[in-house]
């Protein structure tokens, strides 16, 4: 079976940080691109950070510089850590893994979901 499980979201003040960890039960995760979208209730789903098999990474504007994207493929595990927290990056996190260019899509993967709070 395959499956996404999101962990590491909580509460942080503005300017703290936190990590965001994927473990991913997928055959094969090496070739998978991994992304991290958010989503707050009432608007859309929005990409956060992605990174290929090759290890090439994209970001969103809002993010560059504070938020880095990595892979460990021997843990089947993507990561994402958050630096410089501002009260607008408060949404629900998702993983999302899929294979060729369906990030995103009904043919991606997609975990539960965790919540990340930043208070001012």
């Known amino acids: 079976q395959v499956q996404l499980v999101e962990s590491g979201g909580g509460l942080v003040q503005a300017g703290g940080s936190l990590r965001l960890s994927c473990a991913a039960s997928?055959?094969?995760?090496?070739?998978?691109?991994v992304a991290w979208y958010r989503q707050v209730p009432g608007k859309q789903r929005e990409l956060v950070a992605s990174i290929r098999s090759s290890g090439i990474t994209n970001y969103a504007d809002s993010v560059k510089g504070r938020f880095t994207i990595s892979r460990d493929n021997a843990k089947t595990t993507a990561f994402l850590q958050m630096n410089s927290l501002k009260p607008e990056d408060t949404a629900v996190y998702y993983c999302?893994?899929?294979?060729?260019?369906?990030?995103?899509?009904?043919?991606?993967?997609w975990g539960q979901g965790t919540q990340v709070t930043v208070s001012s």
């Open positions: 997928i055959s094969g995760f090496s070739v998978y691109a």
């Open positions: 999302n893994a899929a294979l060729g260019w369906v990030l995103g899509t009904d043919k991606s993967l």
